[in-house]
């Protein structure tokens, strides 16, 4: 049977002992930077249990919750560039994006219509969220009525759905890239440009996530849906370019179109003051943001990167809905061509020139 200095004695036995494990491991002088790294590594592990010890997801700032570990030394390596460099946004630019939506006309878009609001319910479920044409219009506010915090937003349930969204929204893509950089090789022929505007795409949207991820961290549960969500919508995808590309680039016109739609309301709330902590400014663009989209001193607000981040989903609303326009194995690319009159509106990877339901065939070619 234990004493009570028996207790003692063992609890500063095992003191002594992890005094000696992490000199061993870090080295005894308190000066060494490996100390200092274990520190930190601790650090993020005390946090990370903390942050899951309460719900599965945290909306907290990055001043509060250490997410990322340190990074790896890489003495050689002073900064890694993006792979693909963002065009500049003006804020007239940025703030002329507007809601769009692209009428069906033949059996292919109401196919991918119908797809799209499948997908828009299952999301909508799983973040506690619902369009409402009044409230997207600002003609009701959702915290009145007589169940008003039902689907009223705040910025956890704003920070939950754009993170689900840009999950999901980089799959297509890459899957349409991956699909057509195949098809090139069997075929021995040219692509025509569409593969690099596809990837760069898909980069694009995985560029909005780890914004995001920067200011949250998602937990087991929401890991778990997302893992889900991105194994059965990677393989519909699959499946569906293999037989008809034209449907696929039609159906995420249509989901880039609730993403423009999601981000303008949100971006409404914020003007009017409905999301305190997003609207002080003290929550600032994290480093990733701004070096990407080289978002100018003064304008690196939450507000401000939502604008970023709409106008890129407009653009791929465009894009997509351009793609599918377009003959899928024989016409060029027209956001990456060269035009023989420059002066006249043309398809651009900017949006100087963006037409919200997509270009027609007879317009670029």
Request: proline share 6%; net charge positive.
């Amino acid at each position: 049977m234990y004493t009570s200095s028996n207790i003692s004695t063992k609890a500063l036995t095992s003191k002594r002992a992890a005094s000696q494990l992490c000199q061993a491991a870090y080295g005894f002088n308190p000066s060494s930077t490996s100390i200092t790294k274990g520190l930190r590594a601790s650090y993020f592990l005390v946090n990370q249990n903390v942050a899951h010890s309460g719900r599965p997801f945290s909306s907290s700032t990055r001043t509060q919750l250490e997410y990322f570990p340190p990074p790896k030394d890489a003495p050689h390596i002073r900064k890694t560039d993006a792979a693909w460099h963002h065009p500049v946004y003006s804020e007239k630019q940025m703030k002329d994006i507007y809601i769009a939506h692209r009428q069906t006309t033949n059996w292919s878009d109401r196919v991918a219509l119908v797809a799209m609001k499948i997908l828009r319910f299952g999301m909508d479920t799983a973040t506690g969220y619902r369009h409402d044409k009044e409230v997207s219009l600002g003609k009701k506010d959702p915290t009145t009525g007589d169940k008003p915090r039902k689907f009223a937003m705040n910025e956890r349930k704003w920070m939950i759905r754009f993170i689900f969204l840009e999950s999901v929204a980089g799959v297509p893509g890459m899957v349409g890239g991956m699909l057509r950089h195949l098809h090139s090789l069997r075929r021995m022929k040219r692509d025509n440009g569409w593969i690099e505007t596809l990837l760069e795409e898909a980069y694009n949207e995985r560029m909005h996530l780890l914004t995001f991820m920067k200011m949250a961290e998602p937990g087991w549960f929401m890991k778990i849906m997302i893992l889900g969500a991105q194994g059965v919508f990677f393989n519909g995808m699959f499946l569906s370019y293999l037989i008809s590309p034209r449907t696929c680039h039609r159906f995420v016109g249509y989901l880039e179109e609730e993403a423009v739609l999601t981000y303008t309301r949100a971006i409404a709330d914020i003007e009017a003051g409905k999301l305190p902590e997003w609207n002080d400014g003290e929550l600032q663009a994290p480093d990733i943001a701004v070096n990407y989209w080289n978002m100018p001193e003064g304008n690196r607000s939450m507000k401000d990167l939502l604008l970023y981040i709409r106008a890129d989903e407009a653009k791929h609303r465009e894009v997509n809905h351009t793609l599918g326009n377009l003959a899928q194995n024989e016409d060029p690319n027209p956001f990456v061509s060269q035009y023989l009159d420059p002066s006249k509106p043309h398809p651009t990877k900017g949006i100087e020139n963006i037409k919200p339901t997509g270009w027609d065939r007879s317009e670029v070619l």
